[in-house]
């Protein structure tokens, strides 16, 4: 399955290297410019030094800064950006939390392709 997604800024929010490699596999032949941070530090400073990203795929457990308080963060910057959760915690009041902190979608690891696909178009368009 191909997505393409050619003039799209996508900030992955992730500090596990081997969901950072699926990651770059997914959008590798999309046309996608990938950002990438380790925490949610790193992803606040990376949408304020680029205003131009379109959407962010955002973890929610990470260490410094958690998912949940880099959105809230970056809502505050850029309330437009829609951003999407992932994780393996799939619990009702976490999905809320998510919601709650402005998250726009989430999806439950493992992630499936056409999910990943689905959810941006949707939300891009």
Avoid: H, W
């Amino acid at each position: 399955m191909k997505a393409e997604f050619s003039n799209l800024k996508i900030l992955i929010v992730e500090d596990n290297e081997s969901n950072i490699i699926f990651f770059k596999s997914a959008f590798k032949r999309t046309g996608a410019t990938l950002f990438i941070a380790m925490n949610g530090e790193q992803a606040v400073d990376i949408v304020i030094t680029n205003p131009d990203i379109d959407i962010i795929l955002m973890d929610i457990n990470m260490p410094k800064m958690n998912g949940l308080e880099a959105t809230k963060a970056i809502k505050a910057i850029r309330p437009d950006i829609p951003i999407i959760f992932q994780t393996a915690y799939v619990l009702d009041y976490k999905q809320k939390q998510c919601e709650e902190a402005g998250g726009d979608f989430f999806l439950e690891k493992p992630i499936r392709l056409a999910s990943l696909y689905d959810s941006i178009k949707e939300l891009i368009n």
